[in-house]
């Protein structure tokens, strides 16, 4: 694979929100068009992504109304928040259809709707924060918690002391909750206190129930462009795609020029960053971030000798925006990051590395002996039992003198009366301008020492 063919390939990766979805703009022919979205997973960046599309789909077909098919035990709270603030700044009514679960940011995300119908059977409430372990958030989260459902039960004209009870169980409301338990409603329990208009069996029958008749129906879907990036927001696939950086990376120094390496280590950064990036996680700086402990690591490696100050903040800059990168966090403001979240941020990020490590470790050699390595990389030692020669000419120059012409870290380029030959030490590090001495041979490559004395 050429550079060129890869750069192309990031390209197209980049272009993919324009094929995102794959419904298009319908000719209603004057009948009234009714979006249907799904809400039927736990509420994350992908939902939050999934949401924002099909709301500017909604708007692109200049949908009447948008029907929100929800199932969902919730989710991320700040993600739960954002799709609120979406859903209230949508100019068209939009109505959910609560066919089974609404827990949680779900209750908060139904209570953000015009209208809430519920199927026989269904439940809505219980929105009490909670952290990776099912324990209740402290109190911080809570108040928030209670603050957003309150003013969102206003907002739509529902009893905001109900929205509350919700998620605090030392709210006490007569004749509904006691002190103790969170209020989590059936149907006919919703219809009663005002959360739920209606007992429904199906959309078809909210749209009957408000008159809606001869209706385009447009059901949103994601393209399959917007799949692959759901796809890739995956903490799992991102520790994968790190452990493709890192191994990318490491097999083209050791075979330089395959190029092959390279290229599978940049689309995996690509894919990495473009999902992060296009769902509002990855911020320019985190990208900023990343790309200079990239280069601090390079500059410790081939420029800098020995292993130091740049090599430590390299990895700090590296693995903390790779964390960050996956995380809704303000400048490193985590007031409202799940633990959780943290957590399996933290783990795809040491696990890709830990990965990594382990197949520079272990897989290199095999990597070494498979047939496709040895078809782009000499492997064989050319020995001179098996016929092959050393120049003559550089067996003479065992015992000669001469100077660093470049750098030797440990290769490089020396001058020996004049000429420039390519050279290697046993591992030290030799200055630009340092006197060398020639003590072996390798093919026409040099095998030199310093005369400098330490």
Same mark, same amino acid.
């Given at each position: 694979?050429?550079?060129?063919?890869?750069?192309?390939?990031?390209?197209?990766?980049?272009?993919?929100?324009?094929?995102?979805?794959?419904?298009?703009? #319908?000719?209603?022919?004057? #009948?009234?068009?009714?979006?249907?979205?799904?809400?039927?997973?736990?509420?994350?960046?992908?939902?939050?992504?999934?949401?924002?599309?099909?709301?500017?789909?909604?708007?692109?077909?200049?949908?009447?109304?948008?029907?929100?098919?929800?199932?969902?035990?919730?989710?991320?709270?700040?993600?739960?928040?954002?799709?609120?603030?979406?859903?209230?700044?949508?100019?068209?009514?939009?109505?959910?259809?609560?066919?089974?679960?609404?827990?949680?940011?779900?209750?908060?995300?139904?209570?953000?709707?015009?209208?809430?119908?519920?199927?026989?059977?269904?439940?809505?409430?219980?929105?009490?924060?909670?952290?990776?372990?099912?324990?209740?958030?402290?109190?911080?989260?809570?108040?928030?918690?209670?603050?957003?459902?309150?003013? +969102?039960?206003?907002?739509?004209?529902?009893?905001?002391?109900?929205?509350?009870?919700?998620?605090?169980?030392?709210?006490?409301?007569?004749?509904?909750?006691?002190? @103790?338990?969170?209020?989590?409603?059936?149907?006919?329990?919703?219809?009663?206190?005002?959360?739920?208009?209606?007992?429904?069996?199906?959309?078809?029958?909210?749209?009957?129930?408000?008159?809606?008749?001869?209706?385009?129906?447009?059901?949103?879907?994601?393209?399959?462009?917007?799949?692959?990036?759901?796809?890739?927001?995956?903490?799992?696939?991102?520790?994968?795609?790190?452990?493709?950086?890192?191994?990318?990376?490491?097999?083209?120094?050791?075979?330089?020029? +395959?190029?092959?390496?390279?290229?599978?280590?940049?689309?995996?950064?690509?894919?990495?960053?473009?999902?992060?990036?296009?769902?509002?996680?990855?911020?320019?700086?985190?990208?900023?971030?990343?790309?200079?402990?990239?280069?601090?690591?390079?500059?410790?490696?081939?420029?800098?000798?020995?292993?130091?100050?740049?090599?430590?903040?390299?990895? +700090?800059?590296?693995?903390?925006?790779?964390?960050?990168?996956?995380?809704?966090?303000?400048?490193?403001?985590?007031?409202?990051?799940?633990?959780?979240?943290?957590?399996?941020?933290?783990?795809?990020?040491?696990?890709?590395?830990?990965?990594?490590?382990?197949?520079?470790?272990?897989?290199?050699?095999?990597?070494?002996?498979?047939?496709?390595?040895? #078809?782009?990389?000499?492997?064989?030692?050319?020995?001179?039992?098996? @016929?092959?020669?050393?120049?003559?000419?550089?067996?003479?120059?065992? @015992?000669?003198?001469?100077?660093?012409?470049?750098?030797?870290?440990?290769?490089?380029?020396?001058?020996?009366?004049?000429?420039?030959?390519?050279?290697?030490?046993?591992?030290?590090?030799?200055?630009?301008?340092?006197?060398?001495?020639?003590?072996?041979?390798? @093919?026409?490559?040099?095998?030199?020492?310093? +005369?400098?004395?330490?």
């Amino acid at each position: 694979m050429k550079i060129k063919d890869v750069f192309v390939f990031v390209g197209m990766i980049f272009a993919l929100p324009m094929l995102a979805q794959e419904s298009t703009n #319908k000719v209603s022919d004057g #009948k009234p068009v009714v979006m249907v979205m799904d809400i039927k997973a736990e509420i994350d960046p992908r939902m939050l992504r999934y949401v924002k599309l099909a709301l500017e789909h909604a708007a692109k077909i200049k949908a009447d109304y948008v029907v929100i098919d929800m199932d969902t035990y919730g989710g991320v709270l700040t993600d739960a928040k954002e799709i609120v603030d979406q859903i209230m700044n949508f100019k068209k009514p939009i109505w959910v259809f609560v066919n089974s679960d609404a827990a949680s940011a779900g209750a908060l995300i139904s209570i953000a709707c015009d209208s809430i119908y519920m199927a026989p059977g269904a439940s809505i409430g219980a929105a009490t924060v909670v952290e990776g372990d099912g324990k209740a958030a402290p109190d911080k989260y809570q108040s928030y918690m209670r603050s957003i459902m309150r003013s +969102t039960a206003e907002e739509n004209h529902r009893d905001p002391r109900i929205a509350e009870g919700m998620v605090d169980e030392r709210v006490v409301i007569d004749s509904i909750k006691q002190a @103790g338990k969170v209020i989590t409603f059936t149907t006919n329990e919703a219809i009663e206190h005002g959360y739920c208009e209606a007992k429904v069996n199906s959309i078809e029958e909210i749209l009957k129930r408000n008159n809606i008749e001869s209706y385009t129906l447009d059901h949103f879907t994601l393209g399959a462009a917007e799949k692959i990036i759901a796809f890739f927001l995956n903490p799992f696939i991102s520790g994968i795609l790190i452990l493709c950086i890192l191994g990318g990376i490491y097999f083209e120094f050791q075979a330089p020029g +395959t190029m092959f390496p390279i290229a599978a280590a940049l689309v995996a950064l690509a894919l990495y960053l473009v999902p992060y990036y296009l769902n509002g996680l990855a911020q320019y700086w985190e990208i900023i971030a990343l790309l200079a402990g990239i280069i601090l690591l390079a500059a410790e490696i081939f420029v800098i000798p020995g292993f130091g100050v740049a090599g430590i903040l390299g990895i +700090t800059l590296t693995a903390g925006s790779l964390v960050l990168i996956m995380l809704n966090n303000d400048f490193f403001n985590f007031e409202f990051v799940p633990f959780g979240d943290l957590v399996k941020a933290t783990f795809a990020v040491v696990g890709g590395i830990s990965g990594g490590v382990l197949l520079l470790f272990f897989g290199g050699a095999k990597l070494t002996q498979t047939k496709a390595f040895k #078809k782009i990389a000499l492997t064989e030692t050319q020995e001179s039992a098996r @016929g092959y020669s050393v120049n003559a000419a550089s067996k003479e120059m065992i @015992g000669k003198t001469g100077i660093a012409h470049t750098v030797l870290r440990p290769s490089g380029k020396v001058i020996i009366e004049d000429q420039v030959y390519d050279a290697f030490t046993r591992g030290e590090y030799v200055h630009q301008g340092d006197g060398i001495e020639v003590i072996g041979t390798e @093919g026409v490559t040099l095998k030199v020492k310093s +005369t400098v004395s330490s």
